[in-house]
């Protein structure tokens, strides 16, 4: 099953991809692109699209993707569904490399954050936006091998939220950014927009300086020094598969961080994001 016959296509654009979404509600796609900060444009191409949403006679829609359907009963799980999908055909669809990795910008240059699942890599990007700090992403980032550079990857923040959970300064600053609250896989996610003051643009570049592992821990809030061996294997575990060419290229830009001690754990006890954030922004 696919999209009805009323639906229309759109391409979304960035750097070297393209994806393409069917939908008969234009708004709802514009919401979509105002969003990921990427406007989306009609298309009449005969490909395949990338993202198919249908819109129920009995209600919900039906967001399909990659051969699988995702039933949401509401226009805000779908919108969660819609704006998860997009990103996921850009990271099958780019060439460049992408790491499984938030990126903070200090001091003009990008700072990685790594770390397992769970380990609050989109809080800690929440809230190191809401102290002020300028955010690349929060879970994938693009390299330009090239050049050094981390680049802007097209997701939104979706950490596992609720407005309702947050400080009275953070849901003002977050309703004017614009937010969706929905449910994807049984997970409660709070979608807050990328096109915001305080978000670095698609077409920024800033230099690689620091890397953090991001670690929960039952004791108080600590960083220390990764040895070099645990950091580079860390750094390579984030590659996440694309149509980039070797990975080896990775190493061009990550070995030198490892070379001249710049990749530190990070281990954050409950409640503490905020002053680990803090601790992120102190002098080496």
């Known amino acids: 099953m696919g999209a009805s016959d009323r639906s229309m296509k759109y391409a979304f654009q ?3 991809a393209v994806v393409f979404v069917s939908m008969s509600d234009p708004q709802f796609v514009e919401r979509v692109g105002a969003f990921l900060d990427i406007v989306p444009v009609a298309a009449s191409v005969t490909c395949d699209s990338d993202v198919d949403v249908e819109v129920l ?14 039933h949401c009963e509401n226009s805000e799980d779908c919108f969660l569904a819609v704006t998860t999908y997009v990103s996921a055909s850009f990271l099958r669809k780019t060439c460049h490399l992408v790491l499984h990795s938030g990126a903070v910008s200090i001091d003009g240059q990008g700072v990685l954050f790594v770390g397992e699942p769970y380990a609050g890599k989109s809080l800690f990007a929440l809230t190191a936006w809401l102290e002020g700090v300028p955010v690349i992403g929060d879970d994938w980032i693009a ?11 097209p997701k939104t923040f979706k950490p596992r939220l609720s407005f309702d959970s947050l400080s009275t300064d953070a ?4 309703a004017e950014a614009g937010f969706v609250e929905g449910r994807m896989h049984d997970v409660h996610r709070l979608v807050v927009s990328r096109k915001t003051t305080g978000m670095i643009g698609y077409g920024e570049r800033k230099p690689i300086s ?20 645990d950091a580079l294997e860390i750094l390579l575990s984030q590659v996440v598969p694309t149509k980039s060419g070797s990975v080896l290229a990775v190493l061009q830009v990550l070995e030198p961080l490892v070379n001249r001690a710049a990749c530190h754990r990070l281990s954050i006890g409950e409640n503490e994001t905020r002053q680990a954030v803090l601790r992120l922004l102190e002098p080496n």
């Open 143 to 153: 390299i330009d091998c090239e050049n050094n550079t981390v680049i802007p990857f």
């Open 171 to 174: 849901q003002q600053k977050i």
């Open 210 to 229: 620091r890397m953090v592992l991001l670690e929960r821990t039952e004791g108080t809030l600590s960083m220390s020094p990764l040895p070099s061996q």
């Open 14 to 16: 960035w750097e070297d």
């Open 57 to 70: 006679s009995a209600g919900g829609f039906d967001v399909f993707f990659e051969g699988r359907c995702c």
